[in-house]
Structures are given as C-alpha cells and as structure tokens.
C-alpha cells in the first residue's frame, strides 16, 4: 500500500494540500492518505496533576481534533475513492511526534502546505515543512497555497550534474515518476559554462539518461545567471507540474526559500516541489 501523509493544521493551505494527495491517490490503485495533526499535550503542574484542565476535557480535545479532521475527509471523498484515515496525535513536538509516525508506518510521500491562514500560522507551517525536509525522513512532496489540484503530467528534475550516484536517489526518483507516469525534464541551470558543456557534465548525463532510460527523459541545459528567473520562466513555458530537487546535497532550497527581490518559488508558484534527500 501507498501511505500519503498529509499534516492538518486546518488552515486553508494544509487542506489545499489535503486536496492535491487526494488527486494524486486517484492514480494510485492502493493508495491510502492519512491526515495528520498534532495538538498541544496539556501542561502540568510540579506535583504532576494538570493545569487548569481534566482528563475528560483531554479526551474531549482529542475528538474535537477528530471532528475536524473527518470534516477534512468528508471534503475529500468527493475527490477520491482512497482510503483516508485520520490520526490525532497530543504532544507539543510536532516534528519528532511526525516523524515517529512516519518511520512506524511505512510512509512514502508527505503532502504539506508552505504557509498557514494567519501571519502565525506562515510561521508555523513555513518554519516546520522546511524544518521537515531538512530532516530527510521521507520525501516532501511541498504544495504552494495556490497549487491546483492535479496530477503531474510534467514534472522537471534539476540537477546540477556532479556526482549523480551519491546526489540522486535513483530508486527515490523513480518510485515517485512511477506514480504520475509523466514526461521527465531533467534541466540544469549553470551561469559559468558559457561556452561548452564540460566532458564531466557530458559523463554524468550519460549516468542519469541510463539510470532513467525507461522514461525517456527530455535534458535541457540553461545558461542564465538569475537561478530563480530561469526555473520561473521553464516551468511556465514547459507546464510544469512538479519540481523535483535534492536539498541536502544541493542549495536549490535555500535558493528558494530566502527571501530575496525576486519571486520566491515556493510560496508565489503554482508549482509543488517534490524535496527528496540523498
């Protein structure tokens, strides 16, 4: 089976990304979406009874939690036939308490928002998907706020073209393509070979075009000194879905998501980032 998780926080973007995992379980015949949240544990006092609330009021924010997210599941049976599950968790780490989830239960692909309905809840969802990629545990599949909700029929790989075998999990890659079943362009986006293609780029190529033969990618090769601008103007000419990158090796999520004059791709894009680590 195909574990989706998709964290809740009940902010228009987190179910936007609700919406999109839905549309992606369409394609998968065993898929399976988990909608996820973490609400705050209760604080206790120094002789350990808790303060200002009861076990019954703790029981009873846990099925408040519960409601909500049915309500979630309710919007989403419209979109697909998939198993949907909801899970409520209380704890006040919501990273490692996600993360133990992930690793006891065999998930495949994360669905999160970038940003929350408030000023404090772009804090809070911003801060923890990016917290959540650099922590490698599964791959992030990051939806902006105003991503459609569709499948990927395009989706752009970027790479830089050093040491493929150690930067790009090949086995990674393709169980994510397996699931859109789109056309690949694999793009580099390099402003110091004006000139030519080195013979070591020409070499790593040759590895990826092997190692992803069976889907018949499509290479590209931008020399333009402005990253942001070059990813912006391809996606929108090629109608790209979904953007594949490798955080932990590269800086392309740095890039991204420093604020900077430009257009920040992660929060101004149509486009979900697909953030799988090494």
């Not at 404090?120 to 105003?146: D, E, K, W, Y």
Request: charged residues 20%.
């Amino acid at each position: 089976m195909n574990n989706f998780i998709v964290p809740i926080d009940f902010s228009e973007t987190s179910k936007n990304a609700a919406r999109y995992a839905a549309h992606v379980a369409n394609g998968v015949p065993d898929a399976h979406i988990i909608l996820y949240n973490v609400f705050d544990a209760l604080e206790y006092g120094s002789d350990s009874s808790p303060l200002a609330t009861d076990a019954e009021e703790d029981a009873s924010r846990k099925v408040i939690v519960e409601l909500a997210l049915d309500s979630v599941r309710t919007e989403l049976t419209a979109i697909t036939g998939a198993k949907i599950s909801l899970v409520a968790e209380e704890d006040n780490h919501f990273l490692d308490t996600l993360q133990k989830y992930v690793w006891h239960n065999n998930i495949q692909l994360i669905f999160m928002g970038i940003t929350g309905s408030s000023v404090l809840g772009q804090v809070f969802m911003g801060s923890n998907t990016l917290n959540l990629v650099r922590r490698g545990i599964a791959p992030v599949i990051i939806v902006p706020p105003h991503a459609q909700s569709t499948s990927a029929k395009n989706v752009m790989l970027l790479t830089d073209f050093q040491d493929i075998e150690n930067t790009i999990p090949i086995n990674t890659v393709k169980s994510i393509l397996d699931l859109f079943k789109p056309l690949l362009h694999i793009v580099n986006v390099d402003h110091e070979h004006y000139v030519q293609v080195t013979d070591e780029y020409k070499a790593e190529r040759v590895k990826l075009e092997n190692s992803l033969a069976a889907y018949k990618p499509e290479f590209y090769f931008i020399r333009l000194f402005d990253f942001m601008e070059a990813i912006n103007q391809f996606v929108v000419d090629n109608n790209i879905d979904l953007i594949l990158t490798f955080p932990r090796r590269h800086s392309f999520l740095s890039n991204v998501f420093k604020t900077t004059n430009t257009t920040k791709l992660a929060y101004h894009s149509h486009v979900p980032i697909a953030a799988i680590n090494a």
